[in-house]
């Protein structure tokens, strides 16, 4: 009696220490024999879960498990965990390459999932520099769903790398008609037109997104770097000292600091 006992006591032990993947595990027949039982397999959605999870703890390894699992009838959910998981190995254009390929298979099966797949290619490909394809990942992105402010914004992002800020300001200005009260939107529409030199236009968006909320420092800084380019110096200056008033230990503060000792230089001089 006292050998079964630990027999079942050893036996508990292995059970505690076998991995997650052990497909089987053993328990002590009425004899103290070992022998095999039977295990649940895991869903592909409990698996695929599993699987991004190692792909952010152990990139390498759960791409090893990915293709595994594919080879093994893993299927898109098995190709989208290894693409993560290059992706966090920084592995970006292959990861790039695989996302856009499961992408391009699924358009028609599932234009949601693809475009999101799409998107994710296309913010490694930008990452990579390689901002054309981007470009064009995310241009198939957005045939496939309706538009969102989102992907508006990425694909911005890869307009502006491409030295092309008319064709991301068109982007910005679609983003900022789906989600009008959005300031992060406004202010990177500004950004846009500033590099145009549309500062007029810059200015209202900055005023816009500081009136719905957005970070008062930080968007009344640019506004009053705008300003400075307009020759509106009274302007800029009323901005940067608002600054200094609102936020005076920000990194904006420090920024208008030097901002209105450069005014107070060219006033000087002048």
């Not at 008319?166 to 200005?173: F, K, M, N, R, V």
């Not at 920024?255 to 107070?264: G, H, K, M, P």
């Amino acid at each position: 009696m006292k050998r079964n006992n630990k027999m079942r006591t050893l036996l508990l032990a292995l059970l505690i220490a076998l991995p997650a993947s052990t497909w089987a595990q053993t328990e002590a027949d009425e004899e103290g024999r070992p022998r095999l039982i039977d295990v649940p397999q895991l869903s592909p959605q409990e698996q695929f879960r599993l699987c991004m999870t190692q792909a952010t703890a152990s990139p390498a390894a759960a791409l090893i498990e990915a293709e595994r699992w594919e080879l093994e009838g893993g299927g898109n959910l098995a190709r989208e965990c290894a693409a993560t998981a290059l992706a966090n190995d920084n592995a970006f254009a292959a990861a790039a390459r695989r996302f856009e390929a499961l992408g391009r298979e699924l358009a028609e099966i599932d234009p949601e999932y693809a475009s999101d797949l799409y998107r994710e290619a296309g913010r490694l490909w930008l990452r990579e520099g390689f901002a054309q394809r981007a470009v064009w990942v995310l241009e198939s992105a957005s045939e496939l769903v309706e538009v969102s402010p989102q992907l508006l914004v990425e694909r911005a992002r890869a307009r502006h790398a491409l030295d092309d800020d008319a064709g991301a300001l068109e982007d910005l200005t679609q983003a900022a008609e789906l989600a009008p009260d959005r300031p992060d939107l406004l202010a990177l529409r500004a950004s846009a037109l500033r590099r145009l030199n549309m500062n007029d236009e810059a200015v209202d968006d900055l005023t816009r997104a500081i009136e719905v909320g957005g970070d008062f420092a930080e968007l009344t800084l640019e506004r009053g770097i705008v300003r400075v380019r307009q020759g509106d110096s009274e302007g800029a200056r009323l901005d940067f000292q608002s600054v200094l008033d609102e936020a005076p230990d920000s990194i904006s503060a420090e920024i208008a600091r030097r901002e209105i000792e450069r005014l107070d230089h060219s006033a000087d001089a002048s």
